[in-house]
């Protein structure tokens, strides 16, 4: 089955900084791979997804890049912010809607 | 906006007692999922349903069954409650991304 690993599993930054997380997975037949937010005490949430046909994709302050060939993808946050201090997860799957492996999550903390 | 309703928030049982989980979606997804979260362990999968009376094991399947007897149903059973079984379980359903429910913290003392 799908392995994912994701690093680094805690991270701090100032406000204002960029962060970066990053994940693998080893199926090269996983074509989708979404991002999760979860604050805590309440329900991961997808902030961004994005399909193997695709290379980046960006929402304001977040994007995603894929490098299908080396099998990894990142989730980019610029101009972080307070409220962005939750954990997230990576994951991937063969297709949207089916069972995916999860990363084991990276704790976020951004210092005002 | 989906909807995924787990029944408890909260749950306490003992060693060996029986456990069902339930939960509950709105928006007519045919996937439904139940997953695992525990400390530096992130999501793991214990069971998906793709349709009505279907289910598939997940990474963790050992110790637990589900039962999907209606579409917007799925429960999660644990057929004897153990120490280890303390965790936190998300229910999700799907037609693209996964929508989670709140999650019911389970201890078994």
């Known amino acids: 089955g799908e392995n994912v690993e994701q690093h680094p599993s805690t991270l701090s930054v100032q406000e204002g900084d960029s962060a970066v997380i990053k994940c693998t997975y080893s199926?090269?037949?996983?074509?989708?791979f979404p991002w999760y937010k979860q604050e805590l005490g309440k329900r991961p949430q997808l902030i961004i997804d994005?399909?193997?046909?695709?290379g980046e994709k960006k929402d304001q302050r977040i994007a995603v890049t894929l490098n299908k060939t080396a099998k990894h993808f990142s989730l980019h946050i610029t101009e972080t912010q307070p409220e962005d201090s939750a954990v997230y997860f990576c994951?991937?799957?063969?297709?949207?809607?089916?069972?995916?492996?999860f990363g084991t999550g990276t704790s976020l903390t951004v210092i005002p | 906006d989906v909807k995924v309703t787990q029944s408890s928030r909260y749950l306490v049982k003992r060693t060996g007692e029986k456990v069902f989980l339930e939960c509950v979606q709105d928006?007519?997804?045919?996937?439904m999922f139940w997953y695992r979260q525990d400390p530096g362990l992130g999501l793991r999968l214990i069971y998906f349903?793709?349709?009505?009376?279907?289910?598939e094991k997940g990474d963790i399947p050992e110790g637990y069954s589900v039962s999907r007897e209606k579409k917007e149903r799925f429960s999660l059973i644990l057929e004897s409650a153990s120490t280890n079984q303390t965790s936190m379980y998300l229910c999700?359903?799907?037609?693209?991304?996964?929508?989670f429910g709140n999650g019911t913290r389970l201890t078994v003392t």
């Open positions: 999700a359903s799907s037609s693209e991304a996964l929508h």
């Open positions: 199926d090269s037949a996983s074509n989708y």
């Open positions: 994005i399909r193997s046909n695709v």
């Open positions: 994951a991937a799957g063969p297709n949207t809607g089916n069972q995916f492996y």
């Open positions: 928006m007519d997804h045919e996937n």
């Open positions: 349903s793709y349709d009505v009376k279907m289910k």
